[in-house]
């Protein structure tokens, strides 16, 4: 089952639904993008620019 079929995942549904999704894009996959963006550490400065540039 997935989210647009199970019956326990009815407010998660309802919940993308009042975002706006369709039926027909409840059922494609659904990809989250996590930064691990910090400014105080040199090494993690442009990871806020790659997550935004990949969304």
């Known amino acids: 089952?997935?989210?647009a079929d199970?019956?326990?995942r009815a407010p998660?549904?309802?919940h993308l639904y009042a975002m706006g999704l369709s039926d027909e894009e409840m059922r494609r996959p659904?990809?989250?993008?996590?930064s691990?963006?910090?400014?105080t550490m040199p090494c993690n400065l442009t990871h806020r620019?790659?997550?935004a540039h990949v969304a």
């Open 1 to 3: 089952m997935s989210i």
């Open 6 to 8: 199970d019956p326990d």
């Open 12 to 14: 998660a549904r309802s």
């Open 30 to 34: 659904v990809v989250g993008i996590a």
């Open 36 to 39: 691990t963006w910090t400014g």
């Open 49 to 51: 620019e790659l997550a």
